[in-house]
């Protein structure tokens, strides 16, 4: 079981980096952001971003391979269809939306469009760009603050 062991301290060392990040963004960097002059903003944001979405690009894969390593070292796919771990689900669910924005829809859907909002409306698009970090934190906060109960209360 030292495989567990180490695959839960990886684990959570991911996640408190990954969502750790997603905090300081939400809470510090997007609003110092929008307090900058609109025509430094892109630049300001560009300087964040490429550096944390970098970092995030190893941390959430490895949040969720670990976590598929200690599921199945465990034997606890079957938990995943009781409803009094919904946590689980959460978790997977945050995972799956991180996965989808960090490799998918920022690289190849979102980039060009929001340079191209940025540049018509500075205010809306940080405003867009904010609001939806706040519900991704949301998210991410009520399924890490349900696995630490469920595992631990």
């Known amino acids: 079981m030292d495989d567990v062991v180490i695959a ?31 025509s430094r903003r892109m630049e300001l ?11 995030a690009r190893v941390s959430v894969p490895l949040a969720g391979l670990t976590g598929a390593w200690m599921a199945d070292r465990l034997g606890l796919w079957s938990r995943f269809l009781d409803p009094a771990a ?14 989808a924005i960090l490799f998918v829809i920022e690289p190849f859907l979102v980039r060009d469009s929001f340079r191209q909002r940025v540049l018509a409306d500075s205010d809306r698009a940080f405003r867009l760009v904010q609001r939806t970090h706040w519900m991704l934190l949301g998210a991410a906060v009520i399924a890490t603050a349900g696995g630490v109960a469920g595992v631990h209360g």
């Open 8 to 38: 839960r301290a990886l684990h959570v060392l991911a996640v408190v980096h990954w969502i750790g990040g997603v905090a300081l963004v939400t809470l510090v960097v997007l609003p110092a952001v929008r307090a900058a002059a609109p």
């Open 45 to 55: 944001f560009e300087t964040f971003e490429r550096r944390f979405s970098a970092q």
């Open 86 to 99: 919904w946590w689980l689900g959460a978790m997977v669910l945050v995972w799956l939306m991180f996965m």
